[in-house]
Nanobody, 124 residues
Framework: QVQLVESGGGSVQAGGSLILSCAAS????????MAWFRQAPGKEREFVAA???????TYTDSVEGRFTISRDNAKNTVHLQMNSLKPEDTAEYYC??????????????????WGQGTQVTVSS
């Protein structure tokens, strides 16, 4: 079992930056694929970014070049650096973990463990 706790959300103006963190406990995440998803009100949960244990990294097109996923295996933590934020980035952001770790999956059903989420609000 892995427990995930997100932090770092908040309110920011368009063009600003935030760093989200996901602290994992229970198991080391070095062999896991770690990912970020987001869900806006009235919309389905969507993939944002993923990082496999083999350092395969993928992003959804709308955040490519603006967001960066990274992990610190020594601290059992994953981060999402978000730059040039837009109002359409407003959502609840969730950290997810998948134990086989080989692929940077982009579908929510591939992930076994989820955090509770952290809210990001971007105003225009």
């Amino acid at each position: 079992q892995v427990q995930l706790v997100e932090s770092g959300g908040g309110s920011v103006q368009a063009g600003g930056s935030l760093i989200l963190s996901c602290a994992a406990s229970g198991r080391p995440i070095s062999s896991y694929t770690m990912a970020w998803f987001r869900q806006a009100p009235g919309k389905e949960r969507e993939f944002v970014a993923a990082d496999s244990q083999s350092d395969e990294i993928t992003y959804t097109d709308s955040v490519e070049g603006r967001f960066t996923i990274s992990r610190d295996n020594a601290k059992n933590t994953v981060h999402l650096q978000m730059n040039s934020l837009k109002p359409e980035d407003t959502a609840e952001y969730y950290c997810a973990a998948e134990p086989t770790g080989w692929y940077a999956h982009q579908t929510a059903d591939a992930y076994d463990y989820w955090g509770q989420g952290t809210q990001v609000t971007v105003s225009s």
